[in-house]
């Protein structure tokens, strides 16, 4: 399944991670990616690596967090309606996320039960939790806006897309997503030990990367291009932050050719 390149880069990875464990008792990590870039593959490789040093570690996603629509709705009345559609920094439970990074960070002996979020139903599932045994050695948390910083005001207020341009026309969706973004860096992404970004070539390759993921959802709740390419609006102005930007640094940068080939890892440790 994995090419030899992908197998090599893939065990530097895990190398740095090693490396920075040694001096940390609890090591976070973040892992960030477009939508489709292989960040849920890439996070189960590195952890299988990493329980083969006798490692216990807990990998989650920033989807695991999610509002459910019932939450959204209300944001939705409250800020814009473009908030009901879930993805962005702020449709996220973000007192779930500092709770689960707090008892990691405090070595805390518990059972945490984090709500199960449906992607296919867009929404919690009742009664069904994630149950996270605590303590972890290791907790990797994965994402598209995984160490995203937000931007500034002057950038903000241009519209990357007909979606910004037509239905967030007095900016409320940008400022509040972008307001968010600054928060969950200053609380979750600054307590990091270790940042991965996986870099696609540019953004065209989303809508083709993700139109894959959703071929594994039931075909009767699939979303078609034109819902497909809706949704993936939402992440245009993130996304494309993420693989311009130089003020978004990562310690471990890897380049990923369209065919998802791992080409070259990057390492910027100070």
């Known amino acids: 399944m994995f090419n030899q390149n992908?197998?090599?880069?893939?065990?530097?990875a895990t190398q740095q991670l090693l490396d920075k464990k040694r001096t940390k008792k609890n090591l976070f990590c973040l892992v960030s990616g477009p939508q489709g870039s292989g960040k849920t593959t890439f996070t189960g490789v590195i952890k299988k690596e990493l329980r083969k040093k006798k490692l216990k570690v807990l990998v989650l996603s920033i989807d695991d967090f999610y509002f459910g629509k019932?939450?959204?709705?209300?944001l939705s009345k409250k800020i814009s309606p473009l908030l009901q559609t879930r993805g962005v920094p702020g449709t996220h439970n973000l007192k779930y996320l500092k709770d689960v990074l707090n008892i990691f960070l405090n070595n805390k002996k518990c059972t945490y039960k984090l709500p199960k979020f449906s992607k296919?139903?867009?929404?919690?599932?009742?009664?069904?939790?994630h149950l996270l045994q605590f303590p972890y050695d290791v907790f990797i948390l994965e994402g598209w806006c995984i160490n995203y910083q937000g931007e500034q005001l002057a950038t903000l207020k241009k519209p990357i897309n007909s979606m910004e341009e037509k239905l967030d026309q007095r900016l409320q969706w940008r400022k509040y997503v972008n307001k968010k973004s600054k928060e969950y860096f200053k609380t979750i992404y600054s307590k990091s030990h270790c940042s991965i970004f996986l870099r696609i070539p540019s953004f065209k390759y989303v809508f083709q990367y993700r139109k894959k993921q959703e071929m594994g959802i039931p075909k009767h709740k699939r979303m078609d291009d034109g819902q497909l390419k809706k949704f993936i609006s939402f992440y245009e102005r993130i996304t494309k932050n993420l693989l311009r930007t130089?003020?978004?640094?990562?310690?471990?940068?890897?380049?990923i050719k369209p065919n998802h080939n791992y080409t070259g890892l990057k390492q910027n440790f100070s």
């Open 6 to 12: 992908y197998k090599n880069i893939v065990r530097q």
């Open 70 to 74: 019932k939450d959204r709705l209300q």
């Open 120 to 129: 296919a139903e867009d929404d919690l599932l009742p009664s069904q939790f």
């Open 246 to 255: 130089k003020k978004n640094k990562f310690n471990i940068e890897i380049t």
